[in-house]
């Protein structure tokens, strides 16, 4: 009986918060951040095994609340909701970086100066790019995923993930230096096939 009573006393809270937010007072938001960060936090970090990024998409659920407050609708478990929602964002962080892998042969891993290698040679070259991506920390991965492979710009990448367009364009760069270090050899490999 004094859990069922603890229950509701939670939830009859929950509400309250949801109210204050729908209503534009930021001190709703401070609560509700303040009461499930860190369980999201933990929750996503479970699911990505990556602490930096668990948190990154933990913050974002609040912000996602707080832009869609006045069209937030009712929420019987505030909890559960919350949940689902960084769930489905870790999972979805997850489906982005492991896409990187599958769209390696477009990468042309040299900016500017490279042509379609022999055709015995893609597979090798796919293997390689794919070890040395696996070696950039998970959300550089990513924004350079973004950037080289799905075309987008380091506005969109900025506005997406609420950061800089000067740190997008650093963990771009970030990237290229470790795969110009980590595939110069291919490149020697390379030279060495069209240079009688």
Not at 18 to 33: A, D
Not at 87 to 112: C, G, M
Not at 131 to 143: G, T, Y
Not at 144 to 161: P, V
Request: hydrophobic share 35%; charged share 25%.
């Amino acid at each position: 009986m004094r859990k069922a009573r603890l229950f509701v006393d939670v939830q009859h809270d929950d509400q309250h918060i949801l109210n204050q937010i729908r209503e534009n007072q930021s001190q709703g938001l401070q609560q509700l951040f303040e009461k499930y960060y860190h369980f999201l936090a933990r929750t996503a970090s479970y699911i990505t095994q990556d602490k930096e990024v668990a948190e990154d998409l933990s913050q974002e659920v609040f912000v996602k609340i707080w832009e869609g407050r006045y069209t937030l609708g009712q929420v019987e478990n505030v909890k559960a909701y919350l949940t689902r929602m960084v769930k489905n964002s870790a999972l979805d962080h997850i489906k982005a970086v492991r896409s990187t892998s599958s769209k390696l042969a477009q990468f042309l891993y040299f900016e500017d100066h490279i042509t379609e290698p022999a055709e015995p040679q893609t597979e090798d070259l796919k293997r390689e790019i794919a070890s040395a991506l696996s070696k950039l920390p998970p959300k550089c991965r990513l924004i350079f995923s973004m950037n080289r492979f799905e075309g987008l710009t380091n506005e969109e990448i900025a506005s997406y993930f609420d950061i800089s367009k000067r740190t997008v364009e650093t963990q771009v760069s970030k990237a290229l230096k470790l795969l110009r270090s980590e595939l110069k050899h291919l490149w020697n490999q390379y030279l060495l096939t069209i240079i009688p």
